[in-house]
């Protein structure tokens, strides 16, 4: 695993304060913010709320939905060691530059070292956020359960908020194609109970989740 042996398992109430000041990373999530542009521009903070409002859904309590928010903001920070020309490429990448991009959730982790206060789900999120259900995700392959809870939280986050944004390869997908896509990913890419969740509590199209999708929604 990477995420570090030596972080806490439980989180104390005072674990903020003893980052020194939770201002300090709600700015250093801010400047992650506004460091992205164009296409990825407002992306973290949707992920971000997206995660919570899951998280809430499927309750956890407190402190773990604030772990998991702080996970989901920071869960691409180790895109910052990936160069802005692959970033920003408008087209298919190519494998070397694919395989610079596979690095980013252990880059990630490695960055934030240097905070070794902040609580496992957190770590975990950034390290695991493109794990897969079935096993066949990065950087671990980890399956099923052993793959930590905010990771799944936020890989199903991440994904709606990518496919339904525009990029410059596609347009923005509508809420309902995406939510049939993550339904379709069930229990492949994404946790099944999870997935429900998010379709029924957080997007409210719990008629999409019952009846097995529309497939004349586009
Ligand atoms: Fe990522």
Redesign the pocket.
């Given at each position: 695993m990477c995420t570090g042996g030596e972080r806490r398992q439980a989180m104390p109430a005072s674990w903020e304060e003893e980052l020194g000041s939770p201002a300090a990373l709600e700015t250093l999530v801010h400047l992650l913010a506004v460091s992205q542009e164009g296409w990825q521009a407002g992306h973290i903070h949707r992920v971000e709320y997206l995660a919570v409002r899951l998280a809430v859904a499927a309750g956890l309590p407190p402190e773990e939905v604030e772990a998991v928010r702080w996970g989901a903001a920071l869960?691409?920070i180790g895109?910052a060691r990936v160069p802005r020309e692959i970033l920003q490429k408008p087209g298919p990448l190519d494998p070397p530059e694919y395989a610079v991009i596979l690095q980013?959730?252990v880059w990630g982790v490695e960055l934030l070292a240097d905070l070794p206060c902040l609580p496992l789900p957190t770590v975990d999120a950034v390290c695991c956020?493109?794990e897969r259900w079935d096993g066949a995700g990065y950087p671990l392959g980890l399956q099923q359960q052993a793959i930590p809870l905010s990771a799944r939280i936020v890989s199903v986050a991440?994904v709606f908020d990518a496919l339904t944004s525009a990029r410059p390869y596609k347009a923005a997908w509508s809420c309902e194609k995406a939510a049939l896509y993550l339904l379709e990913q069930s229990g492949q890419q994404f946790d099944p109970h999870l997935t429900r969740l998010f379709v029924v509590e957080v997007l409210g199209l719990g008629q999409l989740a019952d009846h097995g999708g529309d497939p004349a929604i586009k």
């Amino acid at each position: 695993m990477c995420t570090g042996g030596e972080r806490r398992q439980a989180m104390p109430a005072s674990w903020e304060e003893e980052l020194g000041s939770p201002a300090a990373l709600e700015t250093l999530v801010h400047l992650l913010a506004v460091s992205q542009e164009g296409w990825q521009a407002g992306h973290i903070h949707r992920v971000e709320y997206l995660a919570v409002r899951l998280a809430v859904a499927a309750g956890l309590p407190p402190e773990e939905v604030e772990a998991v928010r702080w996970g989901a903001a920071l869960h691409d920070i180790g895109k910052a060691r990936v160069p802005r020309e692959i970033l920003q490429k408008p087209g298919p990448l190519d494998p070397p530059e694919y395989a610079v991009i596979l690095q980013h959730p252990v880059w990630g982790v490695e960055l934030l070292a240097d905070l070794p206060c902040l609580p496992l789900p957190t770590v975990d999120a950034v390290c695991c956020h493109h794990e897969r259900w079935d096993g066949a995700g990065y950087p671990l392959g980890l399956q099923q359960q052993a793959i930590p809870l905010s990771a799944r939280i936020v890989s199903v986050a991440d994904v709606f908020d990518a496919l339904t944004s525009a990029r410059p390869y596609k347009a923005a997908w509508s809420c309902e194609k995406a939510a049939l896509y993550l339904l379709e990913q069930s229990g492949q890419q994404f946790d099944p109970h999870l997935t429900r969740l998010f379709v029924v509590e957080v997007l409210g199209l719990g008629q999409l989740a019952d009846h097995g999708g529309d497939p004349a929604i586009k």
